[in-house]
């Protein structure tokens, strides 16, 4: 059985960092493709960062790039995210995500196979 485990959300002023980690167990994890995607309130789930072997490296949705960094412990199967100067609009709650196939991208949500519970991450002004 796949699990994912977040940790490391909570509450932050603007400017401030933060950083997220994900445990995962139940698959093959170096094989995978893992990523993180957010949802905030009355929003849709979006696509954040991930790992993508066809790329040959990471990918960033626009709104983070520069400011958030994706990396991978594969020893430890975990996941990170570590974001840096967040803002306001980062609020949101944020996942783990795990595709459906080894080697296969996870830039959209209908990618996805496996989900972690979510972890809150609220940025004050």
Do not use: H
Not at 6 to 17: D, I, K, M, P
Not at 34 to 46: C, D, L, S, T, V
């Amino acid at each position: 059985q796949v699990q994912l485990v977040e940790s490391g959300g909570g509450l932050v002023q603007a400017g401030g960092s933060l950083k997220l980690s994900c445990a995962v167990s139940g698959l093959t994890f170096w094989n995978y493709d893992m990523g993180w995607f957010r949802q905030a309130p009355g929003k849709e789930r979006e696509f954040v960062a991930g790992f993508s072997w066809s790329a040959g490296g990471t990918l960033y949705a626009d709104s983070v790039k520069g400011r958030f960094t994706i990396s991978r412990d594969n020893a430890k199967n975990t996941l990170y995210l570590q974001m840096n100067s967040l803002k306001p609009d980062d609020t949101a709650v944020y996942y783990c995500a795990a595709p459906r196939a080894p080697f296969r991208g996870a830039t959209t949500v209908t990618d996805i196979g496996n989900w972690g519970q979510g972890t809150q991450v609220s940025v004050s002004s």
